[in-house]
């Protein structure tokens, strides 16, 4: 019965061995989580596609495809921008861990130049997931370029219009007068001639 | 105090909620757009823009205010890319910036009587300040342009301005100048109503022109103009409001 059994329990050798065993376990994911960052820093970051250009504006942006319930805050940040945009802060939204997912905060994006103005947004993340996307400036100047712009604004909403029943002062409306109707006439009467 | 008179083939409608008002100070209001009709209408044949284009008189030889309408006309031009044109087939009709300009003076003039509670509406196009009888500010409805006796959006303004340019029961009004002047004379059919609130009606009424011959993309425009905010309706009945315009919106339901 006396057999070598507690040797084995306390033996140093065996404890140190499988010591080294679990550590190169370890160091080996360890690498290749490093490795993986190295080779794609960004991973597949659903966060990236702020700093991504927009592939097709005139495809993504086109005025028909306003959607009707998407509020400023409901967009994705690179949406907003142009496709010769600078990227916004890659830094503050690189993930910290290996998952794919965000650490959780505050991340505002640094400063860039639409060509119709300064914006900047905030990108907050909870859970590992973007929750919301503030702006926190958009063209404050706009008046400097009063150019029409090819590309929809993502803070346009759409409704269904619907009769009110409220008192009002005052009605602002096409001006129905016998004038217009006249106006009207006389162009067509002009388009007839050319 | 309310009053209403029909100038400029539109009626005119002119309430100062301070007691002061007097008959004096409607009769100027009246009086001025009664001017400005003399002066700028291309209805009458003995006006001055008439003279101008039937080659009586040249611009240099002009008055003040009719240099300044086509200057403003001008700027307004070049700030819209060239969407608003007051040049039409060769005829000259400057009443697209004629009307906010003379709303925003007639209005200008109840000021410099020292009232600060009163609007001056032309055709649709309103020049508030203050509040209304109730110390409310204004109530203002946006007509239904499918049914003139309904409205579909109720804003709430203090100080500032708002017009609405569309096309008309019996046909559309405004015309693509840019299309106009490469051949393709194609009225605007797929939006039928554009309301824009602006610091003044002077501005809210000319950019609300221009980005009404813009079409579907006018509204884009008012978004990008800083101190604008709009309310375009399509020809679905359906509307597309720019980011700040809900702030406006009221919610009071009766007085």
């Known amino acids: ?194 | 105090m309310l009053q209403t008179r029909m100038l400029m083939g539109m009626p005119i409608t002119v309430e100062i909620v301070d007691p002061a008002a007097s008959q004096a100070d409607f009769g100027a209001v009246f009086d001025y757009f009664h001017v400005v009709d003399a002066r700028f209408s291309t209805y009458k044949d003995d006006s001055e823009i008439t003279f101008i284009n039937k080659g009586m008189i040249q611009l240099a030889q002009a008055s003040v205010d009719m240099q300044t309408i086509f200057a403003l006309a001008e700027q307004t031009k070049q700030q819209t890319d060239g969407y608003f044109e007051i040049v039409r087939n060769g005829f000259i009709d400057p009443s697209g910036i004629v009307k906010g300009w003379a709303i925003y003076n007639a209005a200008e003039l109840l000021r410099q009587r020292g009232f600060t509670n009163f609007y001056v509406e032309a055709g649709g196009d309103i020049q508030a300040f203050g509040h209304n009888a109730h110390g409310q500010r204004w109530q203002v409805g946006i007509r239904n342009p499918f049914n003139p006796l309904e409205i579909v959006k109720v804003i709430a303004i203090a100080e500032g301005g708002v017009a609405t340019s569309g096309t008309y029961v019996r046909g559309q009004h405004i015309y693509n100048p840019k299309a106009s002047s490469s051949g393709m004379d194609e009225p605007i059919t797929d939006i039928v109503s554009l309301t824009v609130i602006g610091p003044n009606i002077y501005d809210a009424d000319r950019f609300a022109t221009a980005a009404f011959a813009m079409g579907r993309t006018g509204i884009e425009f008012i978004e990008a103009v800083d101190g604008l905010e709009g309310y375009l309706i399509d020809s679905a009945g359906q509307a597309t409001l720019t980011s700040g315009f809900e702030r406006y919106v009221s919610h009071v339901q009766t007085h």
């Open chain 1, 1 to 194: 019965m006396s057999k070598v059994q507690p040797s084995k329990k306390f033996d140093p050798a065996f404890v140190i061995r499988k010591s080294f065993v679990s550590m190169f376990i370890v160091f080996t994911f360890v690498a290749y989580a490093i490795h993986e960052q190295l080779i794609n820093p960004n991973g597949s970051a659903p966060a990236n596609a702020s700093a991504r250009p927009m592939p097709n504006n005139s495809e993504a942006n086109a005025p028909t495809d306003l959607s009707p319930t998407l509020a400023p805050t409901q967009y994705a940040p690179g949406v907003l921008l142009p496709t010769s945009m600078p990227t916004i802060a890659p830094t503050a939204v690189i993930p910290t861990v290996a998952s794919g997912q965000y650490k959780d905060g505050q991340y505002t994006g640094s400063s860039a130049n639409a060509y119709y103005g300064m914006v900047q947004v905030k990108t907050i993340i909870q859970g590992g997931k973007i929750t919301d996307v503030q702006f926190l400036s958009w063209p404050s100047d706009r008046r400097t370029s009063q150019r029409i712009n090819s590309q929809a604004m993502p803070y346009l909403t759409q409704e269904a219009i619907q009769a009110q029943n409220a008192q009002v002062d005052i009605i602002s409306g096409a001006t129905l007068t016998s004038r217009a109707f006249i106006q009207s006439l006389q162009s067509s009467l002009n388009s007839a001639k050319a």
